[in-house]
């Protein structure tokens, strides 16, 4: 089953969002549940916390309807709206679409690359 996964992202502000998660995760998950939510996953980062939740995809309007519940409304209404983000796909640690580059590393007094000597050209006298 394909899911289309949406995510719920608080960040610490002034109270820490964990202390957001243990208020409102029961309500959100029951929620999430009762509305069409095959899959969810709460993730603790350095920055806060994530809640990713996966709607089948042939369910249209599931998101909608889940996003528009008094619960839902309340859960984020408590949010300080500086430190919540709500978007499509999975957040927290999934990670970019393009691959990260690889960094150069910064070195000071660092020893000179090599340079190969130019080769010597000889004039024949005739």
């Excluded at 957001?20 to 029961?26: A, E, L, Q, V, Y």
Aim: glycine content about 8%.
């Amino acid at each position: 089953m394909n899911l289309t996964w949406w995510s719920i992202e608080v960040r610490d502000g002034e109270t820490p969002a964990r202390q957001w998660r243990d208020s409102w995760s029961s309500s959100l998950l029951e929620a999430a549940v009762t509305h069409g939510a095959h899959d969810f996953i709460w993730q603790a980062e350095p920055f806060g916390v994530v809640l990713e939740l996966g709607f089948a995809e042939h369910e249209t309007g599931a998101w909608d309807r889940f996003r528009q519940l008094p619960a839902v409304v309340a859960a984020l209404d408590a949010v300080d709206p500086r430190t919540l983000y709500v978007y499509p796909g999975r957040g927290g640690s999934a990670g970019a679409g393009l691959p990260r580059r690889t960094p150069r590393p910064i070195v000071e007094d660092a020893a000179p690359l090599p340079v190969t000597p130019a080769p010597l050209l000889l004039a024949r006298a005739t």
